[in-house]
């Protein structure tokens, strides 16, 4: 009977370490398996995924925030996020102001952290082009139904080239871009009324030049902007697309263009630009606009009360957050004011304006990552509603209190040392999403305390009258191979063409748009009126 005994519980142990080798056999691999990343239980728990995801560095840390990669946010992500799934976060610093030329070199030496990100969409086209994206269909549909929820198919389709996913567009809640902005003490000064059409402007920025409400002695700039290149807040963008004709849809595809591309080829186009070159040989723009190349003497000279109006980004944290421009304005030249206007109308009245697509930033997964599946599960724990709601507005108590069941922003300097970059850490939204336009708008203006009214009509004025840009679902070639040398080429034209003599406007214009069309100009031209055709056949 023991014999027998023996030979059962021998048997038995065989048996039981053929099952462990089977179901050994049959588990998935850890690597890039979100699933697989929790602890094993009693056997001991795997050494934590490293998740390597990219954030902007602006360079605007308050004193004792801490660096972007090691803050207040940053660790409560890890907190929430990163801990209870075993991952390690690790956020790798790219600077805002050169962020394709770096992301460029991390991509192109398999350097690219598992999570990257950019609005140029040139860039994207190159990727998709190279292969150097991984495709994300079954990924978000395996992994991410918060993601899913929130950003919606619309959203979603903006990420799809060639029939297949390889973004994913962060989910925009208010399109607009640029507005304009006037002092309102230099006009009841001198009892003007505010400007409502562009001769209405140009008639403003004559009186403030000649009798110089401000009293600057002589520093007056009445109309004022920084260099072209897409890295500043100011433009004189909206004026100049102003004068732009009414365009066919074939041709309103083939002559537009993104990335900072100047639109030299539209009709009136020429006009808008000939129009700044008489307010800069009249004086009435900043001489010196060209070597702005970064913004940072724009914002002196309305800070120090030299400047009447100006067109930049609405309701923008470098204008109207404590601290900034319009405080250090008030400080400099009390009783000093800004006001928004919308003054720059076309032939038929309207003033208008491109806007944002529905999309904000472009989320990407290399093609280099060993961790897709947890990078997809980061973004869909981010989705969450009250994930996204702390990661847009703050903690109750600490960064916000709610009023109406609106948050509004605490602007105590401990507030601001925890709360400063984190609509570059919340990457699957752009803005704040309340369920409305109207009460996104009233948000946004909340989170300026001291500025609400004229963020809240910055706002309304740079909406009005909004276009999108058109869209392709695969690269335009053109683009890709053009892109940069045509936007030192666009911004070179308008630089050039406004600091010419008058009598010279015509020929340096026309010689430049010239070689811009030789450039590549042409060719992209060509081409998006190719894909128009192909699109609507």
Same mark, same amino acid.
């Given at each position: #009977?023991?014999?027998?005994?023996?030979?059962?519980?021998?048997?038995?142990?065989?048996? #039981?370490? /053929?099952?462990? #080798?089977?179901?050994?056999?049959s588990k998935p691999a850890n690597e890039g398996n979100s699933e697989q990343t929790g602890n094993e239980g009693s056997g001991?728990?795997?050494? &934590?995924?490293?998740?390597?995801?990219?954030?902007?560095?602006?360079?605007?840390?308050?004193?004792?925030?801490?660096?972007?990669?090691?803050?207040?946010?940053?660790?409560?992500?890890?907190?929430?996020?990163? !801990?209870?799934?075993?991952?390690?976060?690790?956020?790798?610093?790219? &600077?805002?102001?050169?962020?394709?030329?770096?992301?460029?070199?991390?991509?192109?030496?398999?350097?690219?952290?598992?999570?990257?990100?950019?609005?140029?969409?040139?860039? @994207?086209?190159?990727?998709?082009?190279?292969?150097?994206?991984?495709?994300? !269909?079954?990924?978000?549909? +395996?992994?991410?139904?918060?993601?899913?929820? *929130? /950003?919606?198919?619309?959203?979603?389709?903006?990420? @799809?080239?060639?029939?297949?996913?390889?973004?994913?567009?962060?989910?925009?809640?208010?399109?607009?871009?640029?507005?304009?902005?006037?002092?309102?003490?230099?006009?009841?000064?001198?009892?003007?009324?505010?400007?409502?059409?562009?001769?209405?402007?140009?008639?403003?920025?004559?009186?403030?030049?000649?009798?110089?409400?401000?009293?600057?002695?002589?520093?007056? =700039?009445?109309?004022?902007?920084?260099?072209?290149?897409?890295?500043?807040?100011?433009?004189?963008?909206?004026?100049?697309?102003?004068?732009? $004709?009414?365009?066919?849809?074939?041709?309103?595809?083939?002559?537009?263009?993104?990335?900072?591309?100047?639109?030299?080829? $539209?009709?009136?186009?020429?006009?808008?630009?000939?129009?700044?070159?008489?307010?800069?040989?009249?004086?009435?723009?900043?001489?010196?606009?060209?070597?702005?190349?970064?913004?940072?003497?724009?914002?002196?000279?309305?800070?120090?009360?030299?400047?009447?109006?100006?067109?930049?980004?609405? %309701?923008?944290?470098?204008?109207?957050?404590?601290?900034?421009?319009? +405080?250090?304005?008030?400080?400099?030249?009390?009783?000093?004011?800004?006001?928004?206007?919308?003054?720059?109308?076309?032939?038929?009245?309207?003033?208008?304006?491109?806007?944002?697509?529905?999309?904000?930033?472009?989320?990407?997964?290399?093609?280099?990552?060993?961790?897709? %599946?947890?990078?997809?599960?980061?973004? +869909?724990?981010?989705?969450?509603? !009250?994930?996204? *709601?702390?990661l847009t507005n703050g903690l109750e108590g600490q960064h916000y209190t709610l009023e109406n069941?609106?948050?509004?922003? =605490?602007?105590?300097?401990? %507030?601001?040392?925890?709360?400063?970059?984190?609509?570059?850490?919340?990457?699957?939204?752009?803005? $704040?999403?309340?369920?409305?336009?109207? $009460?996104?708008?009233?948000?946004?203006?909340?989170?300026?305390?001291?500025?609400?009214?004229?963020?809240?009509?910055?706002?309304?004025?740079?909406?009005?009258?909004?276009?999108?840009?058109?869209?392709?679902?695969?690269?335009?070639?053109?683009?890709?191979?053009?892109?940069?040398?045509?936007?030192?080429?666009?911004?070179?034209?308008?630089?050039?063409? @406004?600091?010419?003599?008058?009598?010279?406007?015509?020929?340096?214009?026309?010689?430049?748009?010239?070689?811009?069309?030789?450039?590549?100009?042409?060719?992209?031209?060509?081409?998006?009126?190719?894909?128009?055709?192909? #699109?609507?056949?």
């Amino acid at each position: #009977m023991k014999a027998k005994q023996r030979k059962w519980l021998l048997l038995l142990t065989v048996v #039981m370490l /053929l099952a462990s #080798m089977l179901s050994a056999c049959s588990k998935p691999a850890n690597e890039g398996n979100s699933e697989q990343t929790g602890n094993e239980g009693s056997g001991g728990s795997k050494e &934590p995924v490293t998740l390597k995801v990219e954030v902007f560095d602006r360079g605007n840390a308050p004193a004792g925030a801490g660096p972007v990669t090691n803050n207040f946010w940053t660790q409560w992500i890890q907190k929430n996020f990163g !801990d209870p799934n075993n991952i390690k976060l690790e956020f790798v610093p790219v &600077p805002r102001n050169q962020e394709v030329d770096k992301l460029n070199v991390l991509m192109s030496t398999g350097d690219a952290p598992d999570l990257v990100f950019t609005y140029d969409m040139n860039t @994207i086209y190159n990727y998709v082009k190279d292969g150097g994206l991984t495709e994300l !269909d079954g990924l978000i549909a +395996d992994n991410a139904p918060n993601l899913k929820k *929130f /950003l919606g198919d619309e959203v979603l389709s903006y990420g @799809i080239f060639e029939g297949k996913q390889y973004t994913i567009p962060a989910k925009r809640t208010l399109q607009f871009t640029q507005s304009s902005y006037i002092r309102k003490d230099w006009l009841d000064k001198l009892g003007l009324p505010v400007p409502t059409t562009t001769e209405q402007f140009y008639d403003t920025m004559k009186a403030f030049k000649e009798q110089d409400p401000g009293q600057t002695g002589g520093k007056i =700039i009445p109309y004022s902007f920084s260099a072209m290149n897409g890295t500043t807040i100011t433009s004189p963008g909206v004026l100049i697309s102003s004068f732009v $004709k009414d365009l066919t849809e074939e041709d309103f595809y083939a002559l537009s263009s993104a990335n900072y591309i100047p639109e030299l080829t $539209k009709p009136g186009y020429k006009e808008g630009v000939q129009f700044m070159n008489k307010m800069y040989t009249e004086g009435l723009i900043n001489p010196d606009f060209a070597l702005d190349k970064d913004g940072k003497q724009f914002e002196s000279d309305v800070s120090n009360g030299y400047v009447g109006a100006f067109t930049a980004l609405a %309701a923008h944290p470098t204008l109207m957050q404590s601290g900034n421009v319009f +405080d250090t304005l008030k400080k400099n030249v009390p009783g000093a004011e800004y006001i928004a206007i919308d003054p720059f109308t076309n032939e038929a009245g309207k003033s208008p304006k491109a806007i944002y697509d529905p999309t904000g930033i472009h989320i990407m997964i290399p093609k280099t990552s060993k961790h897709a %599946a947890e990078a997809i599960k980061y973004l +869909d724990w981010m989705s969450q509603p !009250d994930v996204l *709601f702390a990661l847009t507005n703050g903690l109750e108590g600490q960064h916000y209190t709610l009023e109406n069941d609106i948050p509004k922003a =605490i602007t105590t300097d401990e %507030a601001k040392q925890t709360f400063y970059n984190n609509s570059d850490l919340a990457i699957v939204i752009n803005g $704040k999403d309340f369920g409305s336009q109207e $009460k996104n708008i009233e948000v946004v203006s909340l989170s300026f305390p001291d500025y609400t009214e004229l963020a809240k009509q910055t706002i309304i004025n740079a909406l009005k009258d909004g276009y999108t840009l058109p869209r392709f679902d695969r690269p335009i070639e053109a683009e890709i191979k053009y892109a940069k040398t045509l936007k030192d080429k666009g911004e070179e034209t308008l630089v050039k063409s @406004i600091l010419a003599k008058p009598d010279q406007f015509d020929k340096v214009f026309e010689s430049n748009v010239e070689e811009f069309l030789k450039l590549g100009g042409q060719a992209v031209i060509d081409e998006r009126r190719t894909a128009y055709k192909e #699109m609507n056949n």
